[in-house]
């Protein structure tokens, strides 16, 4: 996000390269945060926005997927948090819940809530009853806030659950309280869509007055629905925030991207988000994997674009 010192502020998730990509992300991720003084950087890590606090605490162990909005003159970011025993994967998976600090600045310090602002669905047969994490939050036109994210479904028997979908929750003020909308959102038609686990995952979402005034969401096409790349980035529009359809053109990007030097790269764009200048969005930033002999590795890539 850029601040109000007219610096970029970065907020990424990070786990030691000995824990590998799972478990490492469930139980040892944490959310820090670097500054640059130019869109593309280079950024530089400044500190642990959102350490662990102790297993007591509903994100005690674990900080992740970050999402920045700055509005009215404070820095609030959303982000999974949970907690468990150290050990078990299944267990700080499915204790994901959704979360909101704010600040005064964006290096902190941070004032984290005793609750999660989103929490599962007491009904076992809901679509967000086990888990719900990966929060996409924008202003609304009327000050308030508009909040996505992601849900896996209990299944009795199944420690991990079943479907990943998302859904759309609305608030006054960033730190809730959030009212659940009904229904799914990003959904693909047809019935063979209906069958995968996964269809969209991790939508960037924001309002845009000087695009038609309406709401857009890049996201991961999972399997290839929205754009026909599996793996790639969709776009889709809303006219409300709560019912979404891929736009007209959705194909942000296929399942590679290029480097900078003119090679293509090996690995598909995860968690995209968008950092806006003026209202323009300037650059598309996402996280891309590494695989190297000792271990997973990821790295945040960006792609500009316009003229630098």
């Given at each position: 996000?850029?601040?109000?010192?007219g610096?970029?502020h970065?907020?990424?998730?990070?786990w030691?390269?000995s824990?590998g990509?799972?478990?490492?992300?469930?139980?040892w991720?944490?959310?820090a945060?670097?500054?640059?003084d130019?869109?593309?950087?280079p950024y530089?890590?400044?500190?642990v926005a959102?350490?662990?606090?102790?297993r007591?605490f509903?994100?005690?162990?674990t900080?992740?997927?970050?999402?920045?909005?700055?509005?009215?003159g404070?820095?609030?970011?959303?982000?999974?948090?949970?907690?468990?025993?150290g050990?078990?994967y299944?267990?700080?998976r499915n204790?994901?819940r959704?979360g909101?600090a704010v600040?005064?600045?964006?290096?902190?310090?941070?004032t984290?809530l005793d609750?999660p602002?989103?929490?599962?669905?007491?009904?076992k047969?809901?679509?967000?009853s086990?888990?719900v994490?990966?929060?996409g939050?924008t202003?609304r036109?009327d000050?308030?806030i508009?909040?996505?994210?992601k849900?896996?479904?209990?299944?009795?028997?199944?420690?991990?659950?079943?479907k990943v979908?998302?859904?759309?929750?609305?608030?006054?003020?960033?730190?809730?309280?959030?009212?659940?909308?009904?229904?799914?959102?990003?959904?693909?038609?047809g019935?063979?869509?209906?069958?995968?686990w996964?269809?969209a995952?991790?939508?960037?979402?924001w309002?845009?007055?000087?695009?038609?005034s309406?709401y857009y969401?890049?996201?991961r096409d999972?399997?290839?629905?929205?754009t026909?790349?599996?793996?790639?980035?969709a776009?889709?529009?809303?006219?409300?925030?709560l019912q979404?359809k891929a736009a007209?053109?959705?194909?942000?990007?296929?399942?590679?991207?290029?480097?900078?030097?003119g090679k293509?790269?090996?690995?598909?764009?995860?968690?995209?988000?968008?950092?806006?200048?003026?209202?323009?969005?300037?650059?598309l930033?996402g996280?891309t994997?590494?695989?190297q002999?000792?271990?997973?590795?990821?790295?945040?890539?960006?792609?500009?674009?316009?003229?630098?």
């Amino acid at each position: 996000v850029k601040g109000a010192d007219g610096r970029y502020h970065l907020f990424y998730s990070r786990w030691p390269v000995s824990k590998g990509f799972a478990p490492g992300w469930a139980l040892w991720s944490e959310i820090a945060y670097a500054v640059a003084d130019k869109p593309l950087g280079p950024y530089a890590h400044v500190n642990v926005a959102l350490p662990a606090r102790g297993r007591a605490f509903w994100d005690g162990t674990t900080t992740h997927n970050p999402n920045i909005l700055f509005k009215s003159g404070k820095y609030y970011l959303f982000y999974m948090g949970n907690t468990g025993d150290g050990k078990s994967y299944p267990m700080h998976r499915n204790n994901q819940r959704i979360g909101v600090a704010v600040a005064d600045k964006p290096e902190g310090p941070w004032t984290r809530l005793d609750k999660p602002i989103l929490d599962v669905s007491a009904d076992k047969a809901a679509f967000d009853s086990l888990c719900v994490t990966n929060p996409g939050a924008t202003e609304r036109p009327d000050g308030g806030i508009l909040l996505i994210y992601k849900a896996v479904e209990y299944v009795a028997g199944k420690p991990m659950g079943g479907k990943v979908r998302y859904g759309v929750a609305l608030a006054d003020q960033p730190e809730g309280p959030y009212t659940k909308m009904p229904g799914r959102v990003f959904e693909a038609e047809g019935e063979e869509a209906k069958k995968h686990w996964m269809l969209a995952e991790d939508p960037y979402i924001w309002f845009s007055k000087r695009d038609g005034s309406r709401y857009y969401a890049v996201a991961r096409d999972v399997v290839g629905s929205f754009t026909g790349a599996s793996g790639g980035l969709a776009l889709f529009q809303s006219e409300d925030g709560l019912q979404w359809k891929a736009a007209t053109h959705p194909k942000v990007l296929g399942a590679h991207f290029t480097w900078a030097d003119g090679k293509e790269s090996d690995d598909k764009i995860e968690r995209p988000a968008l950092l806006f200048d003026d209202g323009e969005p300037v650059a598309l930033f996402g996280a891309t994997d590494g695989y190297q002999k000792n271990g997973r590795i990821s790295s945040n890539v960006h792609i500009p674009l316009r003229a630098q």
